[in-house]
């Protein structure tokens, strides 16, 4: 708003509403007849699909929270390991902020597992 409507409102307060023009286009015209402006909306399939959306989010949120918990979890557990297998090798204690080594490849986790190369019999055998 300009200054000068503003110093108008504050003279003659009716003055800005007297001027106020009429919207446009008119929202009722070019409905068909017997239909309402509140009529026109989503309806129940819009809201059950944005229900299904919001049910598939929260439950991707959860199984995420999930993953990185047993995440945290795990790499907990492999530095308790590692700090009770220096403890009973006789070594130093990891310094603090050492991260642990890394977990050994044992097939189930990590690239290799599953489907794919590597993932059958040794060589010189048969399944």
């Known amino acids: 708003m300009s200054v000068a409507l503003l110093a108008l409102g504050a003279l003659a307060p009716g003055a800005l509403v007297a001027s106020a023009p009429a919207p446009t286009p008119d929202p009722t015209e070019g409905l068909r007849e017997g239909l309402e402006v509140i009529d026109i909306g989503p309806g129940v399939a819009g809201f059950f699909a944005t229900a299904a959306v919001v049910l598939v989010s929260i ?17 907990l557990a492999d530095e308790r390991a590692e700090d009770e297998r220096r403890r009973l090798a006789g ?25 794919g190369a590597g993932s059958g019999p040794p060589d010189g055998q048969s399944r």
């Open 59 to 75: 439950l991707v949120i959860v199984n995420m929270v999930g993953r990185l918990r047993r995440l945290e979890h795990r790499r």
């Open 91 to 115: 070594e130093p204690p990891r310094a603090p902020g050492e991260p642990a080594p890394p977990r050994p490849r044992d097939g189930r986790h990590g690239p290799g597992s599953g489907s």
